[in-house]
């Protein structure tokens, strides 16, 4: 049996983004989305209203980075997405990030957050809501990586959001071998 919840935007896991830009006036500004996902190899697909200061941000610098929120860093990343840089232009004075030029994008980079993505904007739809930005780089603090060198998730203490019931969620340890497991199957 199952329950039919009808059309809702209920997918697991969402990624908490923290998508950061330059205003017109070289200050920085951060905004918190979860209706993100890679879109290609070098692509970023990002969902957003352009009421957003960050997308007329974009539009402006067409540049922007996309940072995934932790553990640590929960509060401050709620908050960037709670305040509008259009009411509050200096919100992110109030999480304590440390904030970085990117040496790749005309945007900065929240030293606090352990990985982003560098980009430059491809397209935006604002009928769709949709941004399409290409990957330039990808950074990420040195303590999440392994041995090797390579990104640990383990490490980066990730949160997802939760669209059904407004929470977000610590996500978890290894629980496969990814194009290996199955084929135990065949």
């Not at 997405?81 to 990117?102: F, P, R």
Request: hydrophobic residues 45%; negative net charge; contains cysteine.
């Amino acid at each position: 049996m199952r329950k039919n919840f009808g059309a809702k935007p209920f997918m697991y896991p969402l990624p908490v983004l923290v998508i950061a830009t330059y205003n017109e006036d070289g200050s920085a500004n951060a905004m918190n989305a979860a209706w993100g996902t890679i879109a290609d190899h070098d692509k970023i697909a990002l969902f957003l209203s352009a009421k957003h200061k960050t997308v007329a941000n974009i539009l402006n610098k067409k540049a922007f980075t996309v940072a995934m929120a932790d553990q640590k860093n929960l509060e401050a990343a709620d908050f960037v997405g709670i305040v509008s840089g259009n009411n509050l232009k200096e919100k992110l004075d109030k999480t304590h990030w440390i904030l970085s030029k990117s040496d790749f994008v005309d945007a900065p980079v929240i030293e606090q957050l352990p990985m982003t993505l560098e980009c430059k904007l491809i397209s935006y739809d604002e009928q769709l809501e949709l941004l399409i930005g290409e990957i330039i780089n990808v950074a990420a603090a040195e303590e999440v990586l392994d041995d090797l060198g390579q990104i640990d998730p383990e490490k980066l203490e990730l949160i997802s959001y939760d669209p059904v019931n407004k929470k977000y969620l610590k996500l978890g340890a290894k629980a496969g071998n990814a194009f290996k497991d199955g084929i135990l199957l065949e």
